[in-house]
């Protein structure tokens, strides 16, 4: 019997912290909290990005993000999007650790307002800063090999090439770049960004990916709460694919029903 | 007493606490996270951090996002 017979049994680690699903999810672009909550639910994500922004002063009492997704039940993963500095993306995170308690983090340094694209020369340096400063650092980084093998060097706990540009949808850009970081890595491989529709998570978990982090394709379909539980779906078949091995690619037929006996 | 607040003047009653801040402008402590002049405020110590005029102090929590 083989032993990965259903995908609760294929746990996904990282730093350390097990994990039974390996769809994570962010909690931006919901139309209220409430779809926030219910999206979340359907996706069966168990670890949710959060970003950190200075408390509305004018109305202290409105609700917030923690009163519907609660971080016992979740585990919290507070970015730094919005970052275009090391600095930045330091201090922010040192504030999110404060406010949450603990120190797994998704560090994202951009270095362009257009295409959000990462900004390795900066992240470099933060993930340096924040290891040093016993965070587990989780990173979103561009599909380069060399620079993603820098940054798990370096100590990051978990390595995060795009797909394609964050909100874009444009799916897997450069599969062979995502394979091959894939293949060189010893911690976890999550496609972080890119991603548009449920072949796309597939995909990614097709290549060998650990697992796959998204939020526009989720908060942005016309039904976000149908698309989580297809990309719920998506990663575990993805990840099944890959554990089953596929089939070779060839160039010609190869019929299915035998030959012997034909009338 | 004049501090900055989350990037903005504003004048708040003299001899606060970070603690007493918080309470003064409606905000749950253990929802949010504070710097002072760029510093973090363990939240151990919001009782017994007291501003004074001039401080920078951002408050901060977590939002939706990717």
Excluded at chain 1, 13 to 26: C, D, I, N, P, Y
Excluded at chain 1, 179 to 205: C, F, H, N, W, Y
Aim: with cysteine; charged share 20%; hydrophobic share 45%.
């Amino acid at each position: 019997m083989n032993n990965i017979s259903s995908p609760t049994d294929d746990s996904f680690v990282v730093a350390g912290r097990r994990f039974s699903s390996r769809l994570l999810v962010g909690t931006g672009k919901y139309k209220d909290f409430e779809e926030t909550a219910r999206a979340i639910d359907a996706s069966g994500a168990e670890i949710v990005t959060v970003a950190v922004r200075r408390v509305n002063l004018s109305d202290a009492s409105q609700p917030m993000l923690v009163d519907f997704v609660d971080p016992k039940k979740y585990t919290y993963l507070p970015n730094t999007a919005g970052c275009y500095t090391a600095d930045d993306a330091v201090r922010t995170l040192r504030l999110a650790r404060e406010a949450g308690g603990w120190n797994l983090v998704k560090l994202e340094v951009l270095g362009d307002h257009k295409t959000l694209y990462p900004n390795i020369i900066e992240t470099l340096k933060a993930a340096e800063a924040l290891i040093k400063d016993k965070f587990d650092v989780m990173v979103y980084c561009t599909d380069d090999p060399i620079m993603s093998k820098r940054l798990e060097d370096l100590g990051c706990c978990a390595i995060m090439p795009l797909a394609a540009p964050i909100g874009s949808g444009l799916g897997i850009q450069n599969p062979v770049n995502i394979r091959i970081i894939v293949e060189q890595s010893k911690v976890p491989v999550l496609v972080d960004a890119g991603v548009g529709t449920a072949s796309d998570a597939a995909i990614a978990m097709e290549l060998g990916c650990d697992g796959v982090l998204m939020n526009t394709a989720i908060a942005a379909a016309k039904d976000p709460i149908k698309m989580a539980k297809a990309m719920k779906l998506a990663v575990e078949a993805g990840r099944l694919a890959y554990l089953a091995g596929r089939m070779p690619r060839q160039m010609y037929a190869d019929p299915s029903s035998p030959l012997a006996g034909l009338i | 007493m004049n501090i900055t607040l989350n990037g903005d003047a504003r004048a708040i009653p003299d001899g606060l606490s970070v603690e007493g801040l918080l309470q003064h402008l409606g905000i749950v402590s253990k929802k949010v996270a504070v710097e002072r002049n760029l510093e973090i405020v363990p939240k151990s110590t919001f009782p017994s951090t007291l501003i004074t005029e001039g401080d920078r102090l951002e408050i901060v929590h977590f939002i939706g996002g990717g």
